[in-house]
């Protein structure tokens, strides 16, 4: 599996793939990202008037192509298969996904769903997350049917409508459809990692192959004490402990994994790009790892691949300004490094915290909670196709 998700675990180098964005002729306007109604059942802004009008657009060629069959599945996620000419060659699949995350206009300096371009930007919810990959592949097929050339070995092409809260009615239902058809792919690239620049290799760009996806744990701290009256604190509260609790964990990270991950394969193949004096010590990591190691610990982009990361992200307690509060939780989100298991982070979490009051508990989110992915080797065809080209 290639090319996941937004806590990919990425290994080399240039990757560019999928959107969905029709120029809206000279009013220099973005048609998915102008048509927006809100899902209240999904609880994520879904194009739906774009979606319904595209095959009488821009990709009319697309829908009438006698070898490409598309199908509509749970009313709004689209399905396409490409049969190519072997049938011997086994498939592969592309993927995106058409809904956004709701936008909060206030928070803009322009309408989020205006889709206004100017010389530098297309300004949108959705214009990087990800109808930047939709238009990618839609392109690509467009070009391909309407220069007369069917592919050798046969693709499918899933855009999800729900990916944002789960995917559960998109590419859940479409997964299923294809297993019940006994559909096997080569390889799956799906919305993954990004172009940096001057985080990897230092002043260039660098387009990243995601090869695993971290496993997503969310749980809930919580913590019952005595409360009482602001006029006569005790030296502790639910609130302190549990500050102390959330602080340490911040604080603390966990252990990385440097050398033992799918960072030293993407050194190996970027390793040509860097300076002198750089490839070095990437070139002799049995020497120079622990350096590396922490030079990559230095950012939070980098650190991010070699260990499992903790992130607060929701703390309650209290509820009038002079009552000591009896109870708080925080609620903490982890991303899980391939190298770790759950049972591994949340022993971590214990004795990072220390204090037996604290209750640690699962629970279920709008994205489900999932170990980490298996790891797709750079070996295969499809990491080769998908890493063609040299980085920038």
């Known amino acids: 599996m290639l090319n996941w998700h937004r806590n990919s675990v990425c290994t080399c180098v240039t990757w ?55 199908e509509v599945v749970s009313n709004y996620s689209f399905l ?29 300096t322009v309408d989020p769903f205006a889709g206004d371009i100017d010389d530098t930007y297309i300004w949108g919810r959705g214009a990087i997350d990800v109808k930047n990959t939709l238009l990618a592949i839609m392109e690509a097929v467009n070009g391909m049917v309407t220069s007369n050339r069917r592919p050798k070995r046969t693709f499918y092409v899933a855009f999800g409508h729900d990916e944002e809260v789960g995917g559960v009615q998109g590419a859940a239902v479409t997964a299923s459809l294809l297993q019940q058809r006994g559909v096997h792919f080569d390889f799956i690239l799906d919305e993954g990692m990004v172009v940096v620049e001057d985080t990897v290799i230092p002043g260039r760009l660098a387009a990243l192959v995601g090869v695993a996806e971290k496993g997503l744990l969310t749980i809930r701290l919580s913590i019952n004490m005595t409360g009482g009256h602001s006029s ?14 959330v602080a340490k964990l911040s604080q603390t990270p966990h252990p990385h994994h440097f050398g033992h991950g799918v960072e030293v394969d993407m050194l190996e193949q970027l390793a040509p790009y860097f300076p002198i004096a750089r ?35 929701i703390f309650n307690s209290g509820i009038k300004a002079n009552v000591i509060p009896g109870y708080a939780e925080a609620i903490v989100n982890h991303r899980v490094n391939p190298r770790d298991s759950f049972d591994e982070v949340l022993e971590r979490d214990r004795d990072i915290i220390d204090d037996d009051r604290i209750k640690i508990d699962l629970i279920p989110t709008v994205l489900p909670n999932h170990p980490p992915s298996p790891i797709s080797s750079s070996k295969s065809f499809g990491f080769s196709v998908s890493a063609k080209y040299p980085p920038c």
């Open 232 to 245: 006569a604190p005790r030296a502790e509260s639910s609130l302190s402990a549990m500050a102390r609790a």
């Open 279 to 313: 490839r070095v010590f990437i070139s002799n990591l049995w020497l120079f790892g622990p350096l590396v190691a922490w030079l990559f610990s230095q950012k939070p982009e980098t650190a991010a691949g070699i260990r499992t990361t903790t992130s607060v992200t």
């Open 16 to 70: 560019a793939h999928s959107t969905w964005l029709h120029m809206h002729g000279s009013s220099r306007q973005c048609l998915l990202c102008s048509a927006a109604p809100w899902s209240w059942r999904y609880h994520a802004v879904l194009p739906v008037v774009c979606v319904l009008s595209l095959p009488c657009v821009e990709y009319a060629a697309v829908f009438t192509c006698p070898f490409i069959t598309v």
């Open 80 to 108: 396409f298969t490409v049969s190519g000419s072997d049938s011997s060659l086994q498939p592969y699949l592309l993927m995106s996904h058409i809904d956004v995350v709701p936008a909060v206009s206030k928070e803009w």
